[in-house]
């Protein structure tokens, strides 16, 4: 079904975060139990769907919509119990986060929520102990062995101190609402970054590593909104998030040819019980992110 909505099985691997030889397999194994291609091929590749193939992507939606009925039936009829699942939420982002999967009508009538808030590294060490179902958390991962569905993709700019020479060369592009600049601006400001243990910093050192940029850090900081005054001063520049309300626009660039983004997930143990219910739950979020 996702193949045919996304158009392509590189698309539906990246909507369904796995791997397209994972989805390829899948999809064979499939049509070796029917009998039957779903899918035309040309050069190995899949192309379009066969008749086979819509019918049985038509046949999935209706089970699909049997089931969910079915569900709500039972729930209505109080012979279904209500799941309990138990989520980390971070502390800056929590309240938003509760407040969102908490007014959803669909996860009202299937799970019970209860809510855990505290920082990203103490809620991984919770999901690995059993104590938490899944966590709502930035990457990278401490912690390895954990899966994830990313929900929002965050890009970074660059925020240029006020009076830089190249305040004057940066470029608007149709559609944008920040100008750009290259990541060499850089190259001889005064830089300051988060502390290296921070999530945000392993984001911000990826992006300085596909660049094979090397600045000299002059200092790190833990406040974003000092961090802001100083740009505003002309003391030094940084990389981070783009403003949030109430902070100065006009001194945030995004960066040129930068696909990485400062990513946020639902993390959940690999064995986890709970995949219907993560997958619902990583579909509210997304909406609402959108």
């Known amino acids: 079904m996702e193949i045919i909505d996304s158009g392509s099985i590189s698309a539906a691997a990246k909507k369904l975060f796995i791997s397209q030889p994972s989805l390829s397999q899948s999809i064979k194994k499939i049509e070796a139990e029917l009998g039957t291609p779903l899918f035309i091929r040309q050069s190995g590749k899949v192309m379009a769907p066969t008749q086979a193939g819509l019918a049985y992507a038509q046949a999935a939606r209706q089970i699909l919509q049997i089931y969910n009925e079915l569900l709500q039936t039972l729930n209505q009829e109080g012979q279904v119990r209500k799941k309990q699942i138990r989520i980390g939420v971070p502390s800056r982002q929590g309240s938003m986060i509760m407040e969102t999967l908490l007014e959803n009508q669909t996860l009202a009538e299937q799970m019970e929520l ?6 990203s590294n103490e809620l991984e060490p919770l999901l690995i102990n059993g104590k938490l179902d899944l966590a709502v958390i930035r990457l990278p991962l401490k912690i390895q062995n954990l899966s994830y569905r990313v929900v929002y ?40 970054l988060p502390p290296s243990d921070k999530r945000l910093r392993s984001t911000i050192d990826q992006i300085l590593s596909e660049k094979n940029f090397a600045p000299k850090i002059l200092s790190c900081y833990q406040n974003q909104r000092s961090i802001v005054l100083m740009v505003q001063q002309g003391v030094c520049s940084t990389i981070g998030k783009q403003p949030a309300p109430g902070e100065p626009k006009g001194l945030f660039y995004w960066i040129e040819g930068c696909s990485k983004t400062y ?10 019980r709970h995949r219907q219910e993560i997958r619902l739950l990583e579909q509210v979020l997304r909406q609402h992110f959108q």
């Open 263 to 272: 990513d946020l997930a639902v993390v959940y143990p690999t064995n986890s």
């Open 114 to 119: 209860n809510f855990h808030e505290g920082a």
């Open 153 to 192: 993709q965050e890009p970074l700019g660059i925020w240029l101190r006020s009076g830089s020479p190249w305040e004057k060369q940066a470029v608007l592009y149709p559609g944008d609402i920040y100008p750009a600049l290259p990541l060499e601006a850089l190259k001889n400001e005064p830089l300051i």
